[in-house]
Nanobody, 122 residues
Framework: QVLLEESGGGLVQAGGSLKLSCAAS????????MAWNRQAPGKQRELVAK???????NYAETVEGRFTISMDRATNTVYLQMNSLKPEDTAVYYC????????????????WGQGTQVTVSS
C-alpha cells in the first residue's frame, strides 16, 4: 500500500504562485511515475503534469510554461510549482503515483492522494 500526503494548496490572487508537495510512503518496491491531476467543479478530472522516474515530463497544454513538476527521488516527493495562476486553475489537485510492489513490475498499481484545494481569485 502506498500513501500519498499532499500539501501546499490555498487561496491566491490571479498572477500569484503556489507550490504543491506530495510525499509517497508505505510499502513499495519502485515508483515509476508521479503526477498531478485536478478536478474543477462540474468538470472531469484531468492530468496536469507527469514525471517519470527517469525524469521525463509532460504537461497539459493549459499549464505549459506556467507550471513545473519535479521529483526528489531520495524522499519520493513530487512538487508542482505553479506560477502565473489564473482563476481557471481553481480546482482540487490530486497527486497520483504509479508504483510496483516487487521487481519486474510485480503488483504495479496507481495510487491517489486525498487532494488539496487550490483557489485563484480574480
Amino acid at each position: 500500500q502506498v500513501l500519498l500526503e499532499e500539501s501546499g494548496g490555498g487561496l491566491v490572487q490571479a498572477g500569484g504562485s503556489l507550490k504543491l508537495s506530495c510525499a509517497a510512503s508505505g510499502r513499495f518496491y519502485a515508483i515509476h511515475a508521479m503526477a498531478w491531476n485536478r478536478q474543477a467543479p462540474g468538470k472531469q478530472r484531468e492530468l496536469v503534469a507527469k514525471i517519470t522516474s527517469g525524469g521525463s515530463t509532460n504537461y497539459a497544454e493549459t499549464v505549459e510554461g506556467r507550471f513545473t513538476i519535479s521529483m526528489d527521488r531520495a524522499t519520493n516527493t513530487v512538487y508542482l510549482q505553479m506560477n502565473s495562476l489564473k482563476p481557471e486553475d481553481t480546482a482540487v489537485y490530486y497527486c497520483s503515483t504509479d508504483a510496483s510492489r516487487g521487481p519486474e513490475g510485480w503488483g504495479r498499481h496507481e495510487y491517489w492522494g486525498q487532494g488539496t484545494q487550490v483557489t485563484v481569485s480574480s
